[in-house]
């Protein structure tokens, strides 16, 4: 895992309702589900990414970040992971209403 996918995998307790949003291949997803047994889902829009996060056998919904979230009823996840994925899309205020109305925490990471 990279450095900002191991900070995120230590504030998550175990047993979480997880989504990561913009999860790319599933990696953090995937350790999450193996040591710390959450029940994990994944929104992506690059489709190669998307059936490499499905062949880790992780529920992944390809395509736009708010349609993915759109999907789920309020408080759906204990925690709604953003990582380094906020400065690629394109309403980010109403992706972080989004993502804060279907998970009871959010984590949310930048590089800049």
Known sequence: MKLDETIVFNQIKSSSRVIDLGCGDGQLLDALIQKKQCAAYGVEQNFKSVLMAMEKGIPTFQGDIL?????????????????QTLQQVMNPIDVIQELCRVSKSAIVTFPN
């Open 67 to 83: 349609e993915g979230l759109k999907q789920f009823d309020d408080n759906a996840f204990d925690v709604a992971i953003l990582s």
